[in-house]
């Protein structure tokens, strides 16, 4: 069984047009992230959810906007799409405490033309 | 630079051989965390050490921590072809309430058989 999974797993699209992602855990965590992670591997933060609150909402632009219906599922809208907007982006989940250990989506690979 | 960097950004050995990599941090930590990313997947957590705690063995791998020069390194002894991978240091710190890791941009090992 997949632990954290994210749909779609590749998503090509062209500039100005809006997308989401989907991620979903079954690990019973309270806990969600958003990781965009560029072309040299850097992983940062964008957002964090715990039990459907948002508790980290980094420097990202308003284009982007998380959604967490429950707390087993948390999606990213992105409108306005730029060619900046080109990574991967992971979805993580974690179970109590601070800074625990996180459990990674395979990513989606987004690609803005 | 960034918090959480790891040294080198390339390392490439032969199969049997130890692989050391090392990680700098610049703030306090709650602990250090060390993740695996094998090409186009996500993230696989190996393992943690808290700042309290100065060395962490899990079957070949094995983790110091010096929070004193504020620096980690993950040793990967008898190395194999499957370990090639990219590794990274992720560091647990921050206010109550956020949880969120802070990821150096990683070394990537080559292992060849």
């Known amino acids: 069984d997949t632990a954290v999974s994210q749909t779609p797993k590749y998503l090509v699209t062209q500039m100005g047009n809006d997308k989401s992602i989907k991620c979903e855990q079954n690990?019973?965590?309270?806990?969600m992230y958003w990781y965009k992670q560029d072309s040299k591997k850097f992983l940062k933060i964008m957002f964090s959810?715990?039990?459907?609150?948002?508790?980290i909402n980094e420097t990202v632009p308003n284009r982007f906007s998380p959604k967490s219906p429950d707390k087993a599922h948390l999606n990213l809208h992105i409108n306005s799409l730029e060619l900046g907007d080109s990574a991967v982006y992971f979805c993580?989940?974690?179970?109590?405490?601070?800074?625990?250990?996180?459990?990674f989506g395979p990513g989606t690979r987004l690609l803005v033309l | 630079s960034q918090q959480g960097e790891e040294d080198p950004q390339a390392l490439s050995i032969q199969e049997g051989e130890n692989a050391t990599m090392n990680c700098s941090y610049k703030?306090?930590?709650?602990?250090l965390q060390w993740y695996r990313q094998n090409s186009g997947r996500g993230l696989v957590h190996l393992i943690l050490?808290?700042?309290?705690?100065r060395e962490k063995h899990s079957g070949r791998l094995r983790v110091t921590l010096d929070t004193s020069k504020k620096s980690s390194s993950l040793l990967i002894t008898a190395s194999r072809a499957a370990d090639t991978a990219s590794y990274f240091c992720?560091?647990?710190?921050?206010?109550?309430?956020?949880?969120?890791?802070?990821f150096g941009s990683g070394t990537r090992l080559q292992v060849q058989p």
């Open positions: 690990l019973g965590h309270d806990t």
């Open positions: 992720a560091t647990g710190r921050g206010a109550t309430g956020r949880r969120a890791l802070t």
């Open positions: 993580a989940s974690s179970q109590g405490g601070r800074q625990e250990t996180q459990y």
């Open positions: 959810y715990n039990n459907k609150e948002l508790i």
């Open positions: 703030t306090s930590i709650n602990n």
């Open positions: 050490i808290r700042s309290n705690e």
